[in-house]
């Protein structure tokens, strides 16, 4: 059950668009539709932004979005603000029955 | 609203055991997959277990198998987590969370558990 490799940081300044990978492997994400991407602010709880690759809850902004392709999610924030900046973790889940978080990205607003 | 508040954390020594509690309101516990994630401080999410609505599947991550028991009692409204067997790499901020939205579209606030003697 090795962690999804995400870059560590991915820095943009406010307005433009950045993209945060997420990769796997056949097992997890590219074997299953259930990739799922979370925000955290330092000191809360994660909160969910996209499920199932690219679908967006309630109340999340249309400038969030998901993707994939093969063994490689991706969650593209676009028109980068500042309280965008968190980190970010994906998930998916496994051929075991269970689910693995991704390392964690750091998205710095310059 | 919907509600999740874990309790149960605290210090504990290595070898101990201890039993988180997620005291769930505002929606149907027996209709939801519940799971249990951590936190280290500083460091990554990890997932821990999940349980069906209907308690028959559990699931766990290899690092907690054969030590950790996830359960639930819907007329408790409160879904578990026994911990065994403690170890200092478990230290971490514990989450419950309602399994809607994939993995979990609605969680606690998290409860600290330090294994350290």
């Known amino acids: 059950q090795s962690a999804l490799t995400q870059p560590a940081s991915v820095s943009g300044s406010p307005g433009q668009s950045i993209t945060i990978s997420c990769t796997g492997t056949?097992?997890?994400?590219?074997?299953?539709?259930?990739v799922s991407w979370y925000q955290q602010h330092p000191g809360k709880a994660p909160r969910i932004m996209i499920y199932?690759?690219?679908n967006r809850p309630s109340g999340i902004s249309n400038r969030f979005s998901g993707s994939k392709s093969g063994n490689t999610a991706s969650l593209t924030i676009s028109g980068l603000q500042a309280e965008d900046e968190a980190d970010y973790y994906c998930?998916?889940?496994?051929?075991?029955?269970?689910?693995?978080f991704g390392t964690g990205t750091k998205v710095t607003v310059l | 609203e919907v509600h999740l508040v874990e309790s149960g954390g605290g210090l504990i020594q290595p070898g101990g055991s201890l039993r988180l509690s997620c005291l769930t309101s505002g929606f149907t516990l027996s209709a939801y997959w519940m799971h249990w994630v951590r936190q280290a401080p500083g460091k990554g999410l990890v997932w821990i277990s999940r349980?069906?609505?209907?308690?028959?599947?559990?699931n766990y991550a290899d690092s907690v198998k054969g030590r950790f028991t996830i359960s639930r009692d819907d007329a408790k409204n409160t879904l578990y987590l026994q911990m065994n067997s403690l170890r200092g790499d478990d230290t971490a901020f514990y989450y419950c969370?309602?399994?809607?939205?994939?993995?979990?579209?609605?969680w606690g606030q998290g409860i600290l558990v330090t294994v350290s003697s």
């Open positions: 056949s097992s997890d994400v590219g074997g299953y539709n259930y």
């Open positions: 349980i069906n609505p209907d308690g028959t599947i559990r």
């Open positions: 969370a309602r399994g809607d939205y994939g993995l979990a579209g609605t």
């Open positions: 998930t998916s889940y496994t051929s075991s029955s269970t689910y693995v």
């Open positions: 199932e690759v690219n």
